[in-house]
């Protein structure tokens, strides 16, 4: 497969590894001392910042006129998003052009972590519900959410904005909340919140298995040597 070309307006972002080139604790990749052919690898793997209001799909749907991923980047022919994010949801979605890589990151064995701006000052009978599992409606079924580990945020979590207007706090407290699966069920966090009592204002995805959403910024692009995923079981909360 040939390099990707990147249109020049929107570059694709790549973070700088350690100059050591063995070293294998970053998942980013060492464009100063490596090329993307120079890759033992017959894929192409990325980490993104998927903004608000986009949809997480290269193709359109027919009567929806919402922006999609291919208008972040250039990528190459094949890629897909690996799982989704909802248009109205933010942070980290990984891409890819393996088929088993993405069926791999979607199973229950790799952790999702969220964290979650809700209506009101979340207290600790709701954190416990969420760790404990809620009952959500699914297709029109009820569903008994799975336990997970959730825990209020001490302080705001520095994250770029995302083009609207926060709701006024005179209406009333706002808080975060950080919560991890390994389900990924149709607006699953939005729906524990919600059953917990405490509607989701906004919801970003800062991690995926061991790769972090750090420091991007919204939209951002970055190319990744691998998707190798340390597995954490939802056995181990």
């Known amino acids: 497969m040939t390099e990707p070309q990147m249109p020049e307006h929107k570059p694709i972002q790549r973070s700088q590894m350690n100059e050591n080139t063995d070293n294998t604790s970053s998942d980013e990749l060492n464009t100063e001392s490596v090329s993307v052919k120079e890759i033992s690898q017959l894929h192409y ?30 990528f190459p022919a094949g890629t897909m998003a690996i799982g989704r994010l909802d248009h109205d949801s933010e942070g980290l979605l990984l891409l890819t052009t393996d088929g088993m890589v993405s069926h791999n990151v979607r199973s229950k064995k790799v952790e999702k972590e969220y964290y979650v701006q809700v209506d009101g000052d979340i207290d600790a009978a709701a ?18 959410t799975l336990p997970c580990k959730a825990f209020k945020l001490a302080v705001e979590p520095e994250l770029p904005a995302n083009g609207r207007k926060p709701r006024d706090p005179k209406h009333g407290p706002m808080s975060w ?8 069920k149709n607006r699953q966090i939005r729906k524990m919140t919600a059953a917990a009592g405490f509607p989701t204002l906004r919801l970003v995805r800062v991690r995926i298995g061991n790769i972090h959403l750090d420091k991007m910024q919204s939209a951002e692009v970055i190319q990744l040597k691998d998707l190798l995923m340390s597995e954490t079981l939802a056995s181990s909360l």
């Open 177 to 184: 909340v950080s919560i991890t699966i390994a389900e990924g």
């Open 45 to 74: 793997h990325f980490k993104i910042f998927k903004p608000y209001g986009y949809l997480s799909q290269f193709v359109p749907e027919r009567r929806k006129s919402k922006k999609l991923l291919a208008e972040l980047a250039q």
């Open 127 to 144: 954190i416990l519900r969420l760790q404990t599992g809620v009952e959500i409606g699914i297709k029109g079924e009820k569903y008994l």
